[in-house]
């Protein structure tokens, strides 16, 4: 009750929680109970906690009604013509940046005209734009700018695969409905837009502007560097750079921060002291600025944030009343969450305000702690210099503690040498920030001068990149880890919660119950979670069953299995045929970041099933990234220079290479046992496809249960099995060469009269799956998977029975 702003603003968060993962009957019966209870105890004359409940009830309903809203604008009407080829108009909401050979910018939607047809739409849409030739390029496309384009129209894609990149909520935090991909040549500019904002078409103007008297005399790197420092603008850092301050933990110099905003606040309110104003003229002034600011650098969650608390704490001084820095946050928190409720699940709000809040928290005791450490080398330092060391310690331990676990969750990597470099650096970044300010607003008026000034940042840009450099070249200044589990994250944030004081709460708390409650409900409280932890295992631990993933690779495969005894083996690794690109992204993207957060580290066995590009090649990731101890393939070598590079790579990681062949097979544990039966010794010759006929087929049974891996096997191979009498009964099928046509596909459904099927398949010019194969199923009465469809297949077995999950609605 002490803060009741702070207790508002977490129930407004809750809510917004409860919109995103919860059913919505819960929150409309909480509301209704709310505002009826609220109306009562308020107009009853009730005391005020009775009154201060039904009110937290009612900011929780907030939450969630401000999250729904907000999703259902993001989203706008645009999505009903996703997957269409179509010819797209709008106005250019931004400045258009270069990604690499594209042309990128956001498009707020107006029509779409499809099959002759003009349809008004709504939602903002993320365009990339190519080119054949330079004659193409768009040179004057700028922001209000209305423009026609043709091309094709995509739903982002939700998480696809545990621990995979939601990157639909992703853009839905941005406010991006959208993606769209289209030619250059077919963009037409079609005049100004009526619906532009003149105000942020003038901050454009000014921020490029200033940009550009900032880089002026300075080389492109440095020049780009203070442009991010200033503006929070990051698209045009080499990647270099971005390792550079990512590997000595230093990145967060490149977003607008407390530090931008408390550094223009002090300077701007001491010109206008210097300038005769007082009071609310000079809280007024320094306000407008500060905001123009923030406006500027496009209210970035860290900027707004800033912005509000330094205002707040200013006018508490201006007012004479005490100033409290938790309700600040608390105030910054809730009034960027009502403007954008979707910005508490970016990655930017969450670090901003956990390194703000373990600084107002753990500061304290961590200088407390400092000092009494460095008083004891009074005769090195002066009390004065104690206090300023301490200082910046503590501030910097803070942050760094706030930050940890959220750096490793979103990014998989944490920086040990950050707070050396934070020393190292915050000092003289106080020095690039105002030297840039003063040399940007120069340049407004006189270019030549403005730029003549900055030319003095250029020692103090080349220290913060040697010193970048320095730290991330110590071998033990970045790590790469698993992310933490939501129970990790939130046990790690309690404890720093206690540490930071909430002992006290709590000590309070159980004196209060100890008068009130007796022991026995004390006992109880402690045993059922413990009856609990005992009953399902705590989470994270191992299990019993076998699971079996079947990998959202698009069109490929990749098919992780974690027996029960705890060996992890990986059939096939997905990939990219090697004329789209880099054949191991489906590695990097996908199958890595799966086992990372599966925590996966070390791989029994790698099986390649055989060697086409969509089933081995995103093993060059794996290997490079998991150890693998053994990698079993068919005894073919084809002719292609990337698949003799992966087994090179084997060779020179000293992973052991076996060729399987039929009547192969191996055992892990007493009840799971996998069998080769397919290709022959003699591999198959002379037909279709002989590397899709001579795809590893394996038998797996445990216990009672069998599943049947066929790889890309065709007509022929598919005879020779039936031929052989090799099959039996088995319950799941992963179904032959992602489900393309088989003439005797029929005849070998009915040997082995799957349950189940899973096909592993994507957007492909191959007509996979082939309705005949879907009819054959289906008349059959097998429950079909695809991922292509559902996205990752998540099966799970105890030997006796088997359930199935998969990651998006079924």
Same mark, same amino acid.
């Given at each position: 009750?002490?803060?009741?702003? !702070?207790?508002?603003?977490?129930?407004?968060?809750?809510?917004?929680?409860?919109?995103?993962?919860?059913?919505?009957?819960?929150?409309?019966?909480?509301?209704?109970?709310? !505002?009826?209870?609220?109306?009562?105890?308020?107009?009853?004359?009730?005391?005020?906690?009775?009154?201060?409940?039904?009110? /937290?009830?009612?900011?929780?309903?907030?939450?969630?009604?401000?999250?729904?809203?907000?999703?259902?604008?993001?989203?706008?009407?645009?999505?009903?013509?996703?997957?269409?080829?179509?010819?797209?108009?709008?106005?250019?909401?931004?400045?258009?940046?270069?990604?690499?050979?594209?042309?990128?910018?956001?498009?707020?939607?107006?029509?779409?005209?499809?099959?002759?047809?003009?349809?008004?739409?709504?939602?903002?849409?993320?365009?990339?734009?190519?080119?054949?030739?330079?004659?193409?390029?768009?040179?004057?496309?700028?922001?209000?700018?209305?423009?026609?384009?043709?091309?094709?129209?995509?739903?982002?894609?939700?998480?696809?695969?545990?621990?995979?990149? @939601? =990157?639909?909520?992703?853009?839905?935090?941005?406010?991006?409905?959208?993606?769209? =991909?289209?030619?250059?040549?077919?963009?037409?500019?079609?005049?100004?837009?009526?619906?532009?904002?003149?105000?942020?078409?003038?901050?454009?103007?000014?921020?490029?502007?200033?940009?550009?008297?900032?880089?002026? &005399?300075?080389?492109?790197?440095?020049?780009?560097?203070?442009?991010?420092?200033?503006?929070?603008?990051?698209?045009?850092?080499?990647?270099?750079?971005?390792?550079?301050?990512?590997?000595?933990?230093?990145?967060?110099?490149?977003?607008?921060?407390?530090?931008?905003?408390?550094?223009?606040?002090?300077?701007?309110?001491?010109?206008?002291? #210097?300038?005769?104003?007082?009071?609310?003229?000079?809280?007024?002034? +320094? $306000?407008?600025?500060?905001?123009?600011?923030?406006?500027?650098?496009?209210?970035?969650?860290?900027?707004?944030?800033?912005?509000?608390?330094?205002?707040?704490?200013?006018?508490?001084?201006?007012?004479?009343?005490?100033?409290?820095?938790?309700?600040?946050?608390?105030?910054?928190?809730?009034?960027?969450?009502?403007?954008?409720?979707?910005?508490?699940?970016?990655?930017?709000?969450?670090?901003?305000?956990?390194?703000?809040?373990?600084?107002?928290? %753990?500061?304290?005791?961590?200088?407390?702690?400092?000092?009494?450490?460095?008083?004891? *080398?009074?005769?090195? *330092?002066?009390?004065?210099?104690?206090?300023?060391?301490?200082?910046?310690?503590?501030?910097?331990?803070?942050?760094?503690?706030?930050?940890?676990?959220?750096?490793?969750?979103?990014? #998989?990597?944490?920086? %040990?040498?950050?707070?050396?470099?934070?020393?190292?650096?915050?000092?003289?970044?106080?020095?690039?920030?105002?030297?840039?300010?003063?040399?940007?607003?120069?340049?407004?008026?006189?270019?030549?001068?403005?730029?003549?000034?900055?030319?003095?940042?250029?020692?103090?840009?080349?220290?913060?990149?040697?010193?970048?450099?320095?730290?991330?070249?110590?071998?033990?200044?970045?790590?790469?880890?698993?992310?933490?589990?939501?129970?990790?994250?939130?046990?790690? =944030?309690?404890?720093?919660?206690?540490?930071?004081?909430?002992?006290?709460?709590?000590?309070?708390?159980?004196?209060?119950?100890?008068?009130?409650?007796?022991? &026995?409900? *004390?006992?109880?409280?402690?045993?059922?979670?413990?009856?609990? +932890?005992?009953?399902?295992?705590?989470?994270?631990?191992?299990?019993?069953?076998?699971?079996? !993933?079947?990998?959202? +690779?698009?069109?490929?495969?990749?098919?992780?299995?974690?027996?029960?005894?705890?060996?992890?083996?990986?059939? @096939?690794?997905?990939?990219?045929?090697?004329?789209?690109?880099?054949?191991?992204?489906?590695?990097?993207?996908?199958?890595?970041?799966?086992?990372?957060?599966?925590?996966?580290?070390?791989?029994?066995?790698?099986?390649?099933?055989?060697?086409?590009?969509?089933?081995?090649?995103?093993?060059?990731?794996?290997?490079?990234?998991?150890?693998?101890?053994?990698?079993?393939?068919?005894?073919?070598?084809?002719?292609?220079?990337?698949?003799?590079?992966?087994?090179?790579?084997?060779?020179?990681?000293?992973?052991?290479?076996?060729?399987?062949?039929?009547?192969?097979?191996?055992?892990?544990?007493?009840?799971?046992?996998?069998?080769?039966?397919?290709?022959? $010794?003699?591999?198959?010759?002379?037909?279709?496809?002989?590397?899709?006929?001579?795809? /590893? !087929?394996?038998?797996?049974?445990?216990?009672?249960?069998?599943?049947?891996?066929?790889?890309?096997?065709?007509?022929?191979?598919?005879?020779?099995?039936?031929?052989?009498?090799?099959?039996?009964?088995?319950?799941?099928?992963?179904?032959?060469?992602?489900?393309?046509?088989?003439?005797?596909?029929?005849?070998?459904?009915?040997?082995?009269?799957?349950?189940?099927?899973?096909?592993?398949?994507?957007?492909?010019?191959?007509?996979?799956?082939?309705?005949?194969?879907?009819?054959?199923?289906?008349?059959?009465?097998?429950?079909?998977?695809?991922?292509?469809?559902?996205?990752? +297949?998540?099966?799970?077995? @105890?030997?006796?029975?088997?359930?199935?999950?998969?990651?998006?609605?079924?």
């Amino acid at each position: 009750m002490n803060r009741p702003l !702070v207790s508002f603003t977490l129930a407004y968060v809750a809510g917004i929680i409860l919109g995103r993962y919860f059913s919505p009957y819960l929150v409309v019966f909480l509301a209704v109970a709310a !505002v009826l209870s609220a109306c009562w105890n308020i107009f009853s004359g009730q005391d005020r906690m009775r009154v201060f409940i039904p009110l /937290l009830l009612v900011f929780l309903v907030a939450g969630w009604l401000a999250y729904n809203y907000s999703l259902h604008q993001a989203r706008g009407s645009i999505r009903d013509y996703s997957g269409e080829s179509c010819t797209l108009l709008g106005m250019v909401e931004d400045e258009p940046l270069w990604s690499g050979d594209d042309l990128v910018f956001m498009l707020r939607s107006q029509k779409v005209l499809l099959k002759g047809e003009e349809h008004s739409v709504s939602g903002r849409v993320r365009v990339t734009l190519t080119w054949k030739e330079k004659a193409e390029m768009p040179v004057d496309l700028s922001y209000g700018q209305k423009v026609s384009l043709q091309g094709k129209l995509y739903e982002p894609k939700g998480r696809r695969n545990p621990g995979g990149f @939601d =990157y639909r909520a992703f853009l839905e935090t941005r406010g991006i409905a959208a993606v769209f =991909y289209g030619p250059a040549s077919k963009l037409t500019f079609l005049g100004i837009s009526g619906e532009l904002s003149r105000l942020q078409l003038a901050a454009f103007k000014v921020r490029n502007r200033m940009a550009g008297v900032l880089k002026a &005399f300075l080389p492109e790197r440095e020049g780009n560097m203070l442009v991010g420092m200033l503006f929070g603008e990051r698209s045009a850092l080499d990647q270099e750079t971005e390792q550079l301050f990512t590997r000595s933990g230093i990145s967060h110099l490149l977003a607008v921060s407390g530090l931008h905003v408390g550094l223009l606040a002090g300077a701007i309110f001491m010109m206008a002291r #210097r300038t005769g104003l007082r009071g609310w003229y000079a809280y007024l002034f +320094v $306000s407008l600025f500060l905001f123009a600011y923030v406006y500027l650098c496009g209210l970035k969650p860290a900027a707004m944030r800033a912005l509000i608390m330094v205002l707040l704490v200013m006018g508490a001084q201006y007012w004479d009343r005490p100033g409290d820095f938790p309700t600040a946050l608390a105030a910054a928190a809730l009034f960027t969450l009502v403007y954008h409720p979707l910005l508490l699940f970016s990655v930017s709000f969450q670090l901003s305000y956990a390194a703000t809040a373990a600084i107002l928290f %753990l500061t304290p005791l961590l200088q407390e702690k400092i000092a009494a450490f460095l008083a004891r *080398f009074a005769l090195f *330092f002066t009390p004065s210099q104690q206090k300023i060391i301490s200082s910046l310690l503590a501030v910097t331990m803070a942050a760094q503690l706030g930050v940890i676990p959220l750096t490793a969750y979103y990014f #998989r990597q944490v920086s %040990l040498a950050a707070l050396l470099a934070n020393i190292l650096i915050l000092p003289v970044m106080a020095l690039v920030l105002g030297l840039g300010l003063v040399s940007a607003l120069l340049g407004l008026v006189w270019p030549l001068a403005g730029s003549l000034l900055n030319l003095a940042n250029y020692p103090l840009l080349s220290y913060i990149l040697f010193t970048a450099r320095m730290f991330s070249a110590l071998p033990f200044s970045y790590r790469e880890v698993y992310p933490p589990r939501f129970t990790e994250l939130l046990l790690y =944030y309690l404890f720093l919660a206690v540490l930071a004081g909430g002992w006290r709460v709590l000590l309070s708390a159980y004196y209060r119950l100890h008068l009130r409650v007796k022991p &026995f409900y *004390f006992l109880v409280a402690f045993l059922l979670p413990a009856l609990l +932890v005992t009953w399902w295992g705590l989470p994270g631990t191992g299990s019993s069953a076998l699971e079996i !993933v079947f990998l959202d +690779v698009g069109q490929g495969d990749a098919i992780f299995i974690r027996t029960p005894q705890g060996q992890n083996i990986l059939l @096939d690794g997905g990939g990219k045929p090697a004329y789209m690109g880099n054949i191991d992204e489906t590695g990097r993207l996908v199958v890595v970041p799966f086992l990372e957060y599966r925590r996966v580290k070390k791989l029994d066995m790698v099986i390649i099933s055989h060697p086409h590009e969509d089933h081995y090649g995103g093993l060059f990731a794996v290997l490079e990234k998991i150890p693998v101890k053994q990698l079993l393939t068919t005894a073919e070598f084809p002719e292609t220079q990337s698949y003799a590079e992966l087994l090179e790579l084997a060779r020179r990681k000293d992973i052991s290479r076996e060729i399987l062949r039929e009547g192969d097979m191996f055992k892990a544990g007493p009840s799971l046992e996998m069998r080769v039966l397919s290709p022959p $010794s003699e591999l198959f010759s002379g037909t279709n496809s002989d590397s899709n006929n001579n795809s /590893l !087929v394996l038998h797996l049974r445990f216990k009672e249960v069998s599943f049947l891996f066929t790889g890309d096997i065709e007509t022929r191979a598919v005879e020779c099995l039936l031929e052989g009498n090799k099959l039996g009964p088995v319950q799941i099928l992963k179904v032959p060469h992602h489900g393309g046509y088989l003439s005797n596909l029929p005849q070998f459904l009915d040997s082995i009269a799957p349950r189940a099927a899973v096909i592993t398949v994507g957007a492909n010019p191959f007509g996979h799956p082939h309705p005949a194969t879907l009819a054959a199923l289906g008349d059959r009465g097998v429950e079909i998977y695809r991922t292509d469809l559902h996205g990752a +297949v998540i099966l799970q077995s @105890d030997g006796y029975s088997w359930k199935v999950k998969t990651m998006l609605p079924f």
